[in-house]
Antibody, heavy 120, light 116 residues
Framework: EVHLVESGGGLVQPGGSLRLSCAASGFTFSSYWMSWVRQAPGKGLEWVAI????????YYVDSVKGRFTISRDNAKNSLYLQMNSLRAEDTAVYYC?????????????WGQGTLVTVSS | QPVLTQPPSASASLGASVTLTCTLSSGHSNHKVDWYQQRPGKGPRFVMRVGTGGIVGSKGDGIPDRFSVLGSGLNRYLTIKNIQEEDESDYHCGADHGSGSNFVSVFGGGTKLTVL
């Protein structure tokens, strides 16, 4: 059974940094594109970033380019999101999601999310 | 990139049927759309992918036969028959778009389904 478990969320001041982690199990992690998707309180879903199986390709939503970095460690079956220069509008639940083999597949498995609150 | 539009709310009585709509922006009538269910306080769950020819690929794990999809023009529909209490959820549609060296994934605003 596929399991995705996010961690690392919390309260951080504007301008601060945070690193999210996603521990994957139950599937061959290195075979899949992986994404981060966030959801602000009471709002819809917003895709944040995606990374290819070997980490060679990465894409970001415009609002986080230059501030967030997605990475992965296939030996540890883990996905990461380094978030710098955080803003109030980054406040959201952040989900780790498994994409597929091509990068154009559905997000077929999701974690339970980790809450990031940016506030002074 | 496509813009996806969903009505913010829908309702249906227990045992009835409801159709949810996701509308693609002009010029994107060939796009496939993914439907996701999100129960209160939970992470999203993949339902199924839909194109103009109907379902693409397989349903998500554990999605009952009561759920079906259709695609027509710019609209992608999710129909739920014999609605149950556990179907009360937010339903999101999403689509991927790649152009040259760019990639983006977009979601609609979500539809909150209330079971009466």
């Amino acid at each position: 059974e596929v399991h995705l478990v996010e961690s690392g969320g919390g309260l951080v001041q504007p301008g601060g940094s945070l690193r999210l982690s996603c521990a994957a199990s139950g599937f061959t992690f290195s075979s899949y594109w992986m994404s981060w998707v966030r959801q602000a309180p009471g709002k819809g879903l917003e895709w944040v970033a995606i990374i290819k199986q070997d980490g060679s390709d990465k894409y970001y939503v415009d609002s986080v380019k230059g501030r967030f970095t997605i990475s992965r460690d296939n030996a540890k079956n883990s996905l990461y999101l380094q978030m710098n220069s955080l803003r109030a509008e980054d406040t959201a639940v952040y989900y780790c999601a498994r994409e597929g083999y091509s990068g154009y597949d559905p997000f077929d498995n999701w974690g339970q999310g980790t809450l990031v609150t940016v506030s002074s | 990139q496509p813009v996806l539009t969903q009505p913010p709310s829908a309702s249906a009585s227990l045992g009835a049927s409801v159709t949810l709509t996701c509308t693609l922006s002009s010029g994107h009538s060939n796009h496939k759309v993914d439907w996701y269910q999100q129960r209160p306080g939970k992470g999203p769950r993949f339902v199924m992918r839909v194109g103009t020819g109907g379902i693409v690929g397989s349903k998500g794990d554990g999605i009952p036969d009561r759920f079906s999809v259709l695609g027509s023009g710019l609209n992608r529909y999710l129909t739920i028959k014999n609605i149950q209490e556990e179907d009360e959820s937010d339903y999101h549609c999403g689509a991927d778009h790649g152009s040259g060296s760019n990639f983006v994934s977009v979601f609609g605003g979500g539809t909150k389904l209330t079971v009466l």
